[in-house]
């Protein structure tokens, strides 16, 4: 089969930058005014989910030296659902991976799979906490807001999020999503957090927003009086920012890499445009890709493949690397049981493009629209094929970096990534 001839594109995105990250973070919990609420010796816990956010590490620090510098005592708390095969271990596992272990914080880890049921919602609904969060002093609400994959409302991703299924690990993951069958997303993220904010001794959050090239675009102190009206401004600015594919329309869109710290479905599908249905973009999506093929997942998703069922095609080594019980725990606890479904998988890449090719329609595969990316969440340098030519010409935010040069495939049938193309210069 004939592939496409490519370019190297680098697209332009609007992409403010917070200055230093440490001093931001301490400037933004003092509009918390924690004065005469926290007491010498007291415990605050601060959250730390699973999600891969820029500077993480460096904004967690930084808050345990705020809390230490109030003469209080900061511990760590993994708050992310089911993700690290539903273990305390495995989550506290994550945290190292991202840098945050006890030495380099200065501060205790307290990782735990345990919770206490705080109250009951109107809906009937038990409230799920963190044991170790629950019996701290304060608790810090520490998260990235921006829009959830799977669910619309005036909250998504974010504060509200992180108390509901982080902090309510995998007990409270499971009832969450198993009442989303009888209940709005946007009653019970309300009726929780209510709870929570009511109950659990909660002193503030600080929200982090991206831009869309991975970078801490803003830093946000919330309190706890204005957790819902702050996070929903806040979401429509990680809308605003969100990283796009170059082009609404896709024959076959190639993934290198997907993973849990990339999205909470591996592959952000406000991206992808597969937000209300797996396999096909519906009305209420921006763009609209007719197959995707995943090459690989990332390091840091320990072998945790959720949203690899949205993807059509694959390959061998991609399955190999699949852990199919943490895979499972994890799309199971979401109500996503197709998202750990397995597409078709080939023993080389070449294979697997060129069986996606014949199933795209009538153009010629050589002409078809094909589009390469990283991941979901680096999008600044992708590659295009060149039936986009006129389009790219036409789009000032976009800017052709090389090409076109032949599709980007080794002598051993395997594809380079997109950071390996442009390190060759194409």
């Given at each position: 089969m004939a592939f496409p001839r490519m370019y190297h594109i680098r697209q332009h995105f609007e992409a403010p930058v917070e200055g230093d990250i440490a001093t931001r973070t301490r400037e933004e919990l003092d509009r918390l005014d924690w004065t005469g609420r926290i007491k010498p010796g007291q415990t605050v816990a601060i959250t730390a989910g699973s999600r891969g956010i820029s500077n993480i590490d460096t904004i967690i620090r930084a808050a345990c030296d705020y809390v230490r510098d109030k003469q209080a005592v900061p511990i760590i708390i993994p708050a992310m659902g089911s993700h690290g095969g539903g273990t305390a271990e495995g989550q506290r596992g994550i945290l190292e991976g991202y840098g945050i272990t006890a030495e380099a914080m200065q501060a205790e880890i307290r990782a735990s799979m345990d919770t206490v049921i705080v109250d009951t919602t109107p809906q009937?609904?038990?409230?799920?906490?963190?044991?170790?969060?629950?019996?701290?002093?304060?608790?810090?609400?520490?998260?990235?807001?921006k829009p959830h994959t799977g669910f619309v409302g005036e909250i998504e991703?974010?504060?509200?999020?992180m108390m509901l299924i982080g902090l309510g690990k995998h007990a409270g993951a499971k009832i969450y999503h198993r009442a989303i069958q009888d209940f709005s997303f946007p009653e019970i993220i309300r009726a929780v957090a209510n709870v929570v904010l009511e109950k659990c001794d909660?002193?503030?959050?600080?929200?982090?927003?991206e831009n869309a090239r991975d970078q801490t675009g803003l830093l946000a102190?919330?309190?706890?009086?204005?957790?819902?009206?702050?996070?929903?401004?806040?979401?429509?600015?990680?809308?605003?920012?969100?990283?796009?594919?170059?082009?609404?329309?896709?024959?076959?869109?190639?993934?290198?890499?997907?993973?849990?710290n990339i999205s909470g479905t591996g592959l952000d599908t406000n991206v992808v445009g597969r937000k209300y249905n797996d396999h096909a973009a519906t009305d209420r999506d921006d763009v609209n890709v007719r197959r995707i093929f995943v090459r690989g997942l990332t390091e840091q998703t320990h072998g945790n493949a959720t949203g690899i069922g949205l993807s059509e095609f694959t390959n061998q080594r991609t399955v190999d690397a699949v852990d199919r019980h943490i895979t499972a725990i994890n799309s199971v606890t979401g109500g996503h049981p197709t998202a750990a479904m397995l597409p078709i998988a080939f023993a080389t890449d070449a294979e697997s493009v060129e069986a996606a090719l014949q199933t795209v329609g009538l153009?010629?595969?050589?002409?078809?629209?094909?589009?390469?990316?990283s991941n979901t969440l680096h999008l600044t340098d992708v590659l295009v094929s060149e039936a986009y030519a006129d389009q790219i010409g036409n789009n000032a935010?976009?800017?052709?970096?090389?090409?076109?040069?032949?599709?980007?495939?080794?002598?051993?049938?395997?594809?380079?990534?997109?950071?390996?193309?442009?390190g060759r210069g194409h």
């Amino acid at each position: 089969m004939a592939f496409p001839r490519m370019y190297h594109i680098r697209q332009h995105f609007e992409a403010p930058v917070e200055g230093d990250i440490a001093t931001r973070t301490r400037e933004e919990l003092d509009r918390l005014d924690w004065t005469g609420r926290i007491k010498p010796g007291q415990t605050v816990a601060i959250t730390a989910g699973s999600r891969g956010i820029s500077n993480i590490d460096t904004i967690i620090r930084a808050a345990c030296d705020y809390v230490r510098d109030k003469q209080a005592v900061p511990i760590i708390i993994p708050a992310m659902g089911s993700h690290g095969g539903g273990t305390a271990e495995g989550q506290r596992g994550i945290l190292e991976g991202y840098g945050i272990t006890a030495e380099a914080m200065q501060a205790e880890i307290r990782a735990s799979m345990d919770t206490v049921i705080v109250d009951t919602t109107p809906q009937g609904i038990p409230v799920h906490f963190d044991k170790h969060a629950y019996e701290a002093d304060h608790v810090l609400i520490v998260g990235r807001v921006k829009p959830h994959t799977g669910f619309v409302g005036e909250i998504e991703s974010g504060l509200h999020k992180m108390m509901l299924i982080g902090l309510g690990k995998h007990a409270g993951a499971k009832i969450y999503h198993r009442a989303i069958q009888d209940f709005s997303f946007p009653e019970i993220i309300r009726a929780v957090a209510n709870v929570v904010l009511e109950k659990c001794d909660v002193i503030g959050g600080l929200a982090i927003v991206e831009n869309a090239r991975d970078q801490t675009g803003l830093l946000a102190g919330v309190r706890p009086d204005e957790f819902f009206e702050r996070e929903r401004e806040l979401l429509e600015l990680s809308k605003r920012w969100l990283p796009r594919l170059p082009f609404p329309q896709t024959d076959l869109l190639i993934i290198d890499e997907i993973g849990k710290n990339i999205s909470g479905t591996g592959l952000d599908t406000n991206v992808v445009g597969r937000k209300y249905n797996d396999h096909a973009a519906t009305d209420r999506d921006d763009v609209n890709v007719r197959r995707i093929f995943v090459r690989g997942l990332t390091e840091q998703t320990h072998g945790n493949a959720t949203g690899i069922g949205l993807s059509e095609f694959t390959n061998q080594r991609t399955v190999d690397a699949v852990d199919r019980h943490i895979t499972a725990i994890n799309s199971v606890t979401g109500g996503h049981p197709t998202a750990a479904m397995l597409p078709i998988a080939f023993a080389t890449d070449a294979e697997s493009v060129e069986a996606a090719l014949q199933t795209v329609g009538l153009t010629p595969p050589d002409q078809c629209r094909v589009v390469q990316i990283s991941n979901t969440l680096h999008l600044t340098d992708v590659l295009v094929s060149e039936a986009y030519a006129d389009q790219i010409g036409n789009n000032a935010a976009l800017e052709v970096v090389a090409g076109p040069f032949d599709f980007p495939l080794q002598s051993d049938g395997n594809l380079r990534s997109v950071v390996e193309s442009i390190g060759r210069g194409h």
